[in-house]
């Protein structure tokens, strides 16, 4: 089977990506069509195009996350897979409908593993083991991504690839993927990838993921509010132009984004203050 390791842009995948060599290295971005959201040095805009081979105005990620990649493969020696499926704004609009939540997360499925799988399907074709970073202390992950393995211990993914007779999308389930989690199995801890990354030049964002992710502690969502003032409005403008229609449609269900951002503070928040499950991170 061919090896590839899934990078997301945060400090564990990256240390699986050079401490753990596969044959291919993949990286899906996130994007947005809000122009609010532009990322800033044109530059780049244009070498991240040319990259994923589609329009790219910004990211509803941390902006470095773009500089952690492009400087992560400088380190690696070896290419990154830059991979993006259709905007933030589309997955929304076209195939939810609702605004994604803690029980019904499909924005992980059609901006992140999704166009990996069709990356997939187009470059390799045949069932892969994937390099997944969970660490040394997520064991309830690693049991919950092989409990949803198939007979064969492989993931699978329904597709479509070609019109049946009526003209309909033909999806068909295929096996695709067997996941492997040598940072667990290996008893690598945060504090090791921490240490690792610590004379080396890539830089990385306090948190990758979304700004705005729903997992995220209202309190943490706050800071990001502040930090990355347009980004989190584009959160906010989702929310309000669902709730136009539903007031019940919001991205938690215990307060507005809104009301998080204009909420006080009584002291000052910092990134010490939180765990890796108030931060949000994407499981894939």
Not at 120 to 126: K, P, S
Not at 175 to 181: A, M
Not at 204 to 222: S, W, Y
Request: proline residues 3%; aromatic residues 14%.
């Amino acid at each position: 089977m061919k090896t590839v390791t899934s990078i997301s842009g945060g400090k564990t995948s990256a240390y699986l990506a050079a401490n753990y060599k596969t044959d291919y290295n993949v990286f899906a971005l996130v994007r947005t069509s809000d122009k609010d959201c532009l990322f800033p040095d044109k530059k780049i805009r244009q070498i991240v195009e040319d990259k994923i081979q589609k329009p790219f105005i910004g990211t509803l990620e941390d902006d470095l996350i773009i500089y952690t990649i492009l400087e992560l493969e400088q380190y690696l020696g070896k290419k990154i897979n830059w991979v993006s499926g259709i905007t933030y704004d589309e997955v929304i609009n076209k195939k939810g409908g609702w605004l994604p939540n803690k029980l019904h997360r499909y924005c992980t499925t059609w901006l992140k593993i999704d166009p990996i799988f069709y990356w997939w399907a187009e470059n390799i074709g045949e069932p892969i083991v994937m390099n997944i970073g969970y660490r040394a202390n997520e064991g309830r992950r690693v049991n919950k991504t092989l409990d949803k393995l198939n007979k064969n211990g492989l993931s699978t993914y329904k597709a479509t690839f070609e019109k049946n007779e009526r003209g309909q999308n033909k999806w068909v389930e295929i096996e695709w993927q067997k996941p492997e989690f040598p940072l667990f199995n290996d008893l690598i801890y945060k504090d090791k990838i921490d240490k690792y990354w610590n004379d080396k030049k890539v830089r990385f964002a306090e948190l990758n993921n979304c700004i705005g992710c729903f997992h995220r502690n209202p309190l943490l969502l706050k800071k990001m509010s502040e930090l990355h003032e347009n980004k989190f409005n584009w959160f906010i403008k989702q929310e309000k132009k669902k709730r136009e229609k539903d007031k019940r449609a919001t991205w938690r269900s215990d307060v507005t984004y809104s009301e998080i951002k204009n909420h006080e503070i009584q002291f000052e928040i910092n990134f010490d203050n939180f765990t890796d499950c108030d931060s949000g991170y994407c499981g894939i």
